[in-house]
């Protein structure tokens, strides 16, 4: 079965595919197709139909690095994508396949076939909890990659302007045959609340496997979606939701930090920070052949920041590299963890003046991140300062995890956090201005070949 499913998700919208070829390669799903719900929910828990992962745009692009000439130029003739989003070109792509969008796409798709599936079936009293199983977890799969997409090739969300701004264009049906254009901004964060709230009646908080989701990632990823929004209200109340079920942090004090990787390689299983597990495929740009952490990065961290030993070593070219990522491997960690939620519930109570919990939650990690005799708790900051401290914090705590590029989004919005990010390059210099359209990727050319949808500006 898993074959034909195969055959048939490489064929989804939009990419590089005609009606005339999906119709040949559908009729061969005539022995081995879905058909019960236990095939379905097996959809959902196979990974080489939905691995949990995300895209490399938003991390390339980011400030978190910087590449020297030589280490750019030695980048492979194939990571042509990594190489100009590097310095946010006019062309990022030069007609490749781009697998942010595929990806995605690709997964939404199977998402969709496990819905329509299910929708079909009239399931026993036996089958209904696999049921809602599979069917909140294709919602959930669904409206996690849409809400990738909109973290690239959308907009950042302002509420005076998403009724008219474009947004993704939103498949919701398995047919690729049906035409689907862009959609506006408010329509696709409505679709992405819409899923995630019809599947937080059907997850269970079961996480045991973590590449699977559960109701504590649905609400986690609630939280991360009104946060982009500016609807701190709504972040905070799901960032409580999320650690009234899971809120445990991991004592960096009992991490090995004389190892290749200091975390566990066992999809989350060992983490009690890890709510959800995803990740980035290794990046070129991030070899430690070629990588150079950002100094402004480097200098948000105190010296006895233990995060420092942990995340950052030495590179091949006596550079430092990032070596920290929960997956315990190359691959860098995109996921839901508590930490990440906790930082959310912080930077809400900040905005909100509520000075002494933010202080709280940020104690409460801190002890865990220095050395227990080290650690100096924070007191009596000003609202300002301790915003800008969990601002902060979040760069330390979440780096390279792809959330960077996101952050700036939202914050270039106030001028008290815009930033200017700057490249060097082959004697050129490179500038992205907060809310420069290049915050926006280009829609894949090929895409915009085939669907003829309207393009971003750039």
Not at 45 to 61: D, E, K, R
Not at 89 to 113: C, H, L, P, R, S
């Amino acid at each position: 079965m898993k074959t034909n499913i195969i055959k048939y998700i490489i064929l989804s919208v939009f990419f590089t595919s005609c009606g005339k070829e999906f119709l040949e390669i559908k009729s061969d799903l005539s022995i081995g197709s879905p058909n019960k719900v236990s095939d379905y929910l097996a959809m959902m828990q196979a990974t080489s139909l939905i691995a949990n992962s995300t895209g490399t745009l938003a991390i390339a692009g980011a400030d978190e690095y910087y590449l020297e000439d030589a280490t750019w130029q030695s980048l492979p003739i194939g990571s042509v994508i990594e190489r100009n989003a590097y310095f946010w070109a006019d062309d990022v792509y030069e007609n490749k396949e781009v697998g942010d969008w595929n990806n995605a796409y690709n997964k939404i798709q199977v998402a969709n076939m496990v819905l329509d599936g299910l929708d079909r079936l009239k399931p026993s009293s036996e089958e209904l909890e696999n049921w809602n199983n599979a069917s909140g977890s294709a919602l959930f799969f669904r409206a996690f990659n849409f809400f990738q997409l909109a973290q690239l090739f959308c907009k950042p969300y302002d509420e005076a302007s998403a009724k008219h701004d474009l947004g993704i264009p939103l498949r919701l049906s398995s047919d690729i045959t049906e035409p689907v254009k862009r959609s506006t901004l408010e329509s696709t964060y409505k679709q992405i609340i819409d899923d995630l709230r019809i599947a937080e009646e059907r997850l269970t908080t079961d996480n045991r496997v973590r590449i699977n989701p559960s109701k504590q990632a649905v609400f986690g990823l609630l939280a991360k979606v009104y946060l982009v929004m500016g609807d701190y209200r709504l972040s905070g109340e799901y960032a409580e939701r999320t650690l009234s079920i899971q809120e445990d942090l991991l004592d960096f004090n009992t991490l090995q930090t004389n190892v290749t990787y200091p975390f566990k390689n066992d999809y989350g299983v060992g983490n009690p920070e890890i709510i959800f597990h995803c990740y980035v495929p290794a990046l070129g740009v991030l070899s430690r052949t070629r990588m150079y952490l950002d100094p402004e990065l480097l200098d948000l961290y105190h010296e006895d920041d233990l995060r420092l030993k942990v995340y950052y070593s030495i590179g091949s070219i006596n550079n430092i590299i990032f070596r920290g990522s929960l997956t315990g491997g190359l691959s860098i960690f995109s996921g839901i963890s508590t930490s990440e939620i906790k930082l959310i519930q912080a930077e809400v109570f900040a905005r909100n003046n509520e000075i002494e919990r933010a202080t709280k939650i940020m104690n409460e990690l801190g002890i865990l991140r220095f050395p227990t005799s080290e650690y100096i708790p924070l007191v009596g900051l000003a609202k300002d300062e301790l915003l800008k401290y969990i601002l902060d914090e979040r760069r330390r705590e979440l780096a390279f995890r792809g959330l960077r590029w996101s952050d700036l989004r939202r914050l270039n919005k106030d001028p008290l956090y815009a930033k200017s990010i700057v490249r060097t390059l082959n004697g050129r210099v490179y500038t992205l201005l907060p809310n420069d359209k290049k915050y926006v990727w280009q829609i894949p050319d090929k895409v915009l070949e085939i669907s003829k949808i309207v393009p971003n500006e750039r």
